[in-house]
């Protein structure tokens, strides 16, 4: 009988677990689709096509400089602002 409990807990466990997963990944999708068109091509380039951050500056054409000083952390901070599971933001303290 424990051993019938055990597996039940552990097949709920593993259901709980795809059914977060899923959602995970429709709000992800659904963040990104709402951010402008800049920081959309940035997220896909760099968490869907998985490309590095050099392959990502070179094929939208900004300066390295200025895709981490301005692109990259804009399209990041849009993401966060859109995500709507948990808050992605990082706070700072006073």
Do not use: W
């Not at 998985?50 to 990041?76: N, Q, W």
């Amino acid at each position: 009988m424990p051993k019938a409990q055990n597996t039940e807990n552990s097949m709920e466990r593993r259901i709980v677990q795809r059914l977060t997963a899923e959602q995970i990944v429709k709000r992800t999708i659904e963040a990104i689709g709402h951010c402008d068109q800049r920081s959309k091509e940035v997220l896909d380039l760099l968490y869907l096509e998985d490309y590095s951050d050099t392959m990502c500056f070179m094929h939208i054409g900004y300066s390295r400089s200025h895709y981490f000083d301005v692109v990259k952390p804009e399209a990041l901070l849009q993401f966060a602002d859109c995500y709507m599971m948990d808050d992605l933001h990082i706070y700072k303290e006073n």
